[in-house]
T-cell receptor, first 115, second 112 residues
Framework: GAGVSQSPRYKVAKRGQDVALRCDPI?????LFWYQQALGQGPEFLTY????????KSGLPSDRFFAERPEGSVSTLKIQRTQQEDSAVYLC???FGTGGPYTQYFGPGTRLLVL | KQEVTQIPAALSVPEGENLVLNCSFT??????LQWFRQDPGKGLTSLLL?????REQTSGRLNASLDKSSGRSTLYIAASQPGDSATYLC???????????FGKGTKLSVIP
């Protein structure tokens, strides 16, 4: 496909479970971003990869959140010991270049509900 | 820290009306601003990207303006249609200049 894809689209987890969210960026895109969107809010930045290098993880809310992009393409966001406050939509975006002028293309998101 | 505010939070208009959505940001040292559309349960679709050197950008019935000095942008939608119903978000580059800082969005409903 031509766009950014994410899986699963929906995930229900019991509090304390670990979850893994996958992002397939547009082929050839160097930059990859993860955002968290709470209900009724705009997306908030979590972390940024340039190829396989994680250059910024300042937005990750706690050390329970971990992201990787080992081969510079697919990325996984892992949340350990999920809490109810982790319930949100997790959006992945990719862009062709690095830095700001490049349009970010967003995936459909993974809607996570922690019970 | 960059903060982005969008007014109004929600807007309902009859079909055919022209409308304006507003976005303001606190740090005017930006080099671009983007407007996105988000449909329920969907991701974000980029509508327009305005570089700091530009004052306006147009795409079809959409026109976005940028006034860096005053920290404001507007999205003008002409001859609104029911298919325009969605949440519209504006975003500017954040502290790292690569990640985006978003407003909370304006939820638009166009009534047939």
């Amino acid at each position: 496909g031509a766009g950014v894809s994410q899986s699963p689209r929906y995930k229900v987890a019991k509090r304390g479970q670990d979850v893994a969210l996958r992002c397939d960026p547009i082929s050839g895109h160097v930059s990859l971003f993860w955002y968290q969107q709470a209900l009724g809010q705009g997306p908030e930045f979590l972390t940024y990869f340039q190829n396989e290098a994680q250059l910024d993880k300042s937005g990750l809310p706690s050390d329970r959140f971990f992201a990787e992009r080992p081969e510079g393409s697919v990325s996984t966001l892992k949340i350990q010991r999920t809490q109810q406050e982790d319930s949100a939509v997790y959006l992945c975006a990719s862009s062709f270049g690095t830095g700001g002028p490049y349009t970010q293309y967003f995936g459909p998101g993974t809607r996570l509900l922690v019970l | 820290k960059q903060e982005v505010t969008q007014i109004p939070a929600a807007l309902s208009v009859p079909e055919g009306e022209n409308l304006v959505l507003n976005c303001s940001f606190t740090d005017s040292a930006i080099y671009n601003l983007q407007w996105f559309r988000q449909d329920p349960g969907k991701g974000l679709t980029s509508l327009l990207l305005i570089q700091s050197s530009q004052r306006e950008q147009t795409s079809g019935r959409l026109n976005a303006s940028l006034d860096k000095s005053s920290g404001r942008s507007t999205l003008y939608i002409a001859a609104s249609q029911p298919g325009d119903s969605a949440t519209y978000l504006c975003a500017v580059p954040g502290a790292g200049s690569y990640q985006l800082t978003f407003g909370k969005g304006t939820k638009l409903s166009v009534i047939p």
